[in-house]
């Protein structure tokens, strides 16, 4: 059983920083992209950031220049680095990952359960 585990949300200030974390763990083979998502009220899911291995990053428009995905490929483990947050970043953000497991031949999209991401003005 393949899982995403987040870590990291919170509460913070207008101008602030938060770094998110997402662990894979189970029986993995391998895995092709990771990337995180947000959903604030009443809008909908969007992709903030992702990175496919041994490839580029790609950033929303929105967050480019504050916000900073990178990932530990031995982890198997995404983070984002939060920085210059503003009260639109508001929203439950979601850890998603491509992730072929152990004994399957495609790969299959996983989804962690969110952490909460309140920035006060």
């Known amino acids: 059983q393949v899982q995403l585990v987040e870590s990291g949300g919170g509460l913070v200030q207008a101008g602030g920083s938060l770094r998110l974390s997402c662990a894979a763990s189970g029986s993995i083979f391998s895995i092709r992209a990771m990337g995180w998502y947000r959903q604030a009220p009443g809008k909908q899911r969007e992709l903030v950031a992702s990175i496919i291995r041994g490839g580029s990053p790609y950033y929303v428009d929105s967050v480019k220049g504050r916000f900073t995905i990178s990932r530990d490929n031995a982890k198997n483990t995404v983070f984002l680095q939060m920085n210059s947050l503003k009260p639109e970043d508001t929203a439950v953000y979601y850890c998603?990952?491509?992730?072929?497991?152990?004994?399957?031949?495609?790969?299959?999209?996983?989804w962690g359960q969110g952490t909460q991401v309140t920035v006060s003005s």
């Open positions: 998603n990952a491509d992730i072929q497991p152990t004994g399957l031949t495609w790969g299959y999209e996983f």
